[in-house]
């Protein structure tokens, strides 16, 4: 199946799973009297996070790692502000299978902040910023190098249950390391109607991108979102459609519904996801969706290509070992949203094991098994992916 991942590879991720989960209480137990020192000793809040990342695509992999640290003040009648740094290097083989990640030492966060608990909040600076599942705004946390915003954001929830975000992004930080200015606004409205039903409508404008207008276009959209049972069984289910015009003349709808329930232990779900010819999603967490090994993610960046109609469907189930392993299966079905063929199928694997509130591991997998429809280069080759990382997070 996947020739490049050796079995020593894997017998060593066994063995660092082993040793984690069993010294997991007097790890956390020695953090936390450590930590809690410092948190009583300095006002305000310190925050490191560590990563350490095996990456393979087919022929090509290598280990990276990422360090994360920052602070934030306490509250000050309502004002707070953080600094954030970020690095980012390669340990063996010069960087990760994708060469994605921009290397090196940069300003990640640096913003200013007001909240009042009744009216709202509004924050300033370079920043991680989301929305939804982030299909439109998203920080791609998946990757070494985090997606940050420098831009004004403002929520307000005067208004028991409805929650009004807005935003103003001038340059977008992107995960390669490089800067692209921006002129863009939004404003995304949400409404609980309690579990079974939040509704959320937005509407999006990118518009003088430094790309020579491939980003730039408008976008208008609905989200709904909820859950419901029936006895034991409860129903978890999503629902979007969205337009964009584009100034290049490329218009194009998405549409995306899933929904899953859970099981004697197993959470079973099935979706459908449409991104048509010409829509483009370029600051999403475009990972998050039509699978791991990232076939399109050319497609949901600049709208090129035919399109893509994901159908898929997984199964969760948490492994009762140690604290639980939370694994994960996938199967996506693709196919071209214009034109004939199909583009291929793909599996993906997921486990995570939180070995205490500080450190956790996650192992992926991807396989895509091209069927000839690579129409604009895209989806018409195999792929493999396998990931395995370790995490502290405080």
């Known amino acids: ?156 929830t005067a208004v028991e249950n409805l929650v009004v975000r807005g935003f103003y992004l001038d340059e977008v930080n992107r995960i390669n390391g490089s800067q692209i200015g921006i002129d863009a606004f939004g404003i995304n409205t949400a409404y609980a109607f309690g579990k079974p039903l939040k509704l959320v409508g937005f509407y999006y404008d990118l518009d003088d991108t430094e790309l020579q207008a491939r980003w730039d276009s408008e976008t208008i959209g609905f989200r709904a979102s909820g859950e419901f049972g029936f006895e034991d069984l409860t129903v978890i289910y999503s629902l979007s459609v969205t337009g964009q015009d584009s100034v290049l003349g490329q218009n194009g709808d998405y549409f995306s519904a899933e929904t899953s329930s859970s099981f004697a232990g197993v959470k079973l779900g099935l979706g459908y996801d449409v991104l048509e010819q010409g829509f483009r999603t370029p600051l999403a967490t475009v990972h998050k969706f039509q699978g791991f090994a990232d076939v399109f993610v050319p497609q949901s960046i600049t709208g090129t290509g035919n399109g893509v109609e994901d159908l898929y469907v997984y199964a969760g189930y948490n492994i009762p070992v140690g604290n639980g392993i939370a694994a994960k299966v996938i199967y996506h079905s693709f196919d071209p949203e214009t034109g004939a063929g199909e583009f291929g199928d793909e599996i993906n694997f997921v486990a995570v094991y939180e070995a205490n509130k500080y450190i956790n591991m996650i192992a992926k997998y991807a396989d895509y098994q091209a069927d000839g429809a690579g129409s604009g280069g895209f989806g018409g080759a195999d792929k493999e992916v396998f990931t395995f990382e370790l995490n502290f997070n405080y």
């Open 1 to 156: 199946m996947y020739p490049t991942i050796k079995l020593p590879l894997l017998s060593a991720a066994a063995l660092a799973f082993a040793a984690y989960s069993l010294s997991a209480v007097q790890v956390e137990e020695g953090l936390d009297k450590f930590l809690g020192k410092i948190e009583e000793s300095v006002p305000g809040k310190f925050s490191i996070n560590y990563r350490i990342r095996y990456e393979e695509t087919n022929d090509d992999g290598g280990v990276s790692h990422r360090i994360r640290y920052g602070y934030t003040t306490d509250n000050y009648n309502g004002f707070t502000a953080n600094l954030e740094g970020e690095t980012v290097d390669g340990i063996e083989d010069g960087f990760n299978g994708l060469d994605v990640d921009g290397e090196g030492t940069g300003l990640n966060q640096i913003w200013g902040a007001f909240e009042d608990t009744d009216l709202g909040s509004v924050k300033v600076g370079r920043q991680i910023y989301t929305l939804d599942d982030q299909r439109f705004i998203g920080h791609v946390g998946w990757r070494q190098n985090i997606q940050t915003f420098d831009a004004m954001t403002v929520s307000v």
